[in-house]
């Protein structure tokens, strides 16, 4: 039976959208086209009537990650994005988590599509916690690489496990102060 444009669209969306969160759980290479579409609810004939490789669905996936990454944290501010990110739920929480803490490490052995699209999304990030000029740009790289390390090294760790726990504690402990002492070394300076 043939279904509508409409439909055809919406199932493309949806097959998308569970492969975005699939991806953060399991990896690129975690998980195969058959397991991707049957967690959708579809065949895998069905897949390269709607994309011309996994590549192409990888780069559709993580885009949309992206993308609600931003819609997310554009409401928190610095101190908040920050604590939020250095948590155990966000720890515990791969599938709709960080796409870099997620998929960093894969993407470094994908094709160029996915590796720029990495790279355009990190560059749309850093310049949305805002920098003025080089150094501060700088500090915020260095920041978002601790984090990520942090949410990496933390998962990377047994369910329950105490240690992962003190990752992030120590993490946030470390930024939050280093980010007071910086505003503080700012206001003083005035």
Known sequence: ?????????????????????????????????????????????????????????????????????????????????????????????????????ALSHDAARQEDSVKTLFENGLETFIQSIGANNAAEREQNIALFAQMVGAITLARSCPENSPLADEILTACLHQILGEEKSSESSVTDEE
């Open 1 to 101: 039976m043939r279904v509508s444009k409409q439909q055809a669209e919406a199932n493309r969306a949806h097959i998308v959208e569970t492969s975005a969160k699939l991806f953060r759980e399991k990896g690129y290479n975690g998980i195969g086209v058959a397991d991707l579409m049957a967690q959708a609810g579809f065949t895998a004939g069905g897949f390269y009537k709607n994309f011309a490789s996994k590549t192409d669905l990888m780069v559709e996936a993580t885009a949309l990650c992206f993308e609600q990454s931003r819609q997310t944290n554009t409401t928190l501010d610095k101190e908040a994005f920050i604590t939020q990110y250095l948590s155990p739920k966000h720890r515990d929480n791969t599938g709709n988590g960080c796409v870099f803490a």
